[in-house]
């Protein structure tokens, strides 16, 4: 499991500022090659912002699976400990940490394209802490 969860650890590793960074750079890139046709940067921007949304859907998604799961190993968890069976707590409590770091990874990058769209302070939040006014595309 060790294995598994080193593969995982080393998934996560990236910074979701510097992935922003590239694709501020690409977009600045091709909006200086279309200066003068405003036409096509209204084009690129709409196809920024369809993938954009994209992205925050799959955080979401990412967040819902995540979700399911974690309650699942909750519920193992206590049957677990019900029974007495304290040798799988260990892996389903790592389970859970690789879930909370993949959450966190998702979150930060959604804060990212949150900020890249200028929508941060604009996103409503819903009872459950979730982001709840993305508009779809």
């Given at each position: 499991?060790?294995d598994?969860?080193?593969g995982v650890?080393?998934?996560?590793?990236h910074?979701?500022?510097?992935?922003?960074?590239?694709?501020?750079g690409?977009?600045?890139?091709?909006a200086?090659?279309?200066?003068?046709e405003?036409?096509?940067?209204?084009d690129?921007?709409?196809?920024?912002a369809q993938?954009?949304?994209?992205?925050?859907?799959?955080?979401?998604?990412?967040?819902?699976?995540?979700?399911e799961?974690?309650?699942a190993?909750a519920?193992?968890?206590e049957?677990?400990?019900a029974?007495g069976?304290s040798?799988?707590?260990?892996?389903i409590?790592?389970?859970?940490?690789?879930?909370?770091?993949?959450v966190?990874v998702?979150?930060a990058?959604r804060?990212?394209?949150l900020?890249?769209?200028?929508?941060?302070?604009?996103?409503?939040?819903?009872?459950d802490g979730r982001s709840?006014?993305?508009?779809r595309?």
């Open positions: 499991m060790a598994e969860g080193q650890q080393e998934e996560l590793e910074d979701p500022l510097e992935t922003a960074r590239t694709h501020v690409a977009l600045l890139h091709h200086r090659m279309l200066r003068g405003p036409g096509d940067v209204l690129m921007a709409l196809r920024t993938r954009a949304f994209v992205e925050i859907d799959a955080c979401n998604s990412l967040l819902d699976a995540a979700s799961r974690a309650h190993l519920r193992e968890l049957g677990r400990l029974e069976d040798a799988a707590v260990p892996g409590l790592d389970e859970l940490d690789t879930l909370a770091a993949r966190a998702s979150e990058e804060q990212v394209v900020r890249i769209l200028d929508m941060e302070d604009a996103v409503a939040t819903s009872d709840a006014g993305a508009v595309i």
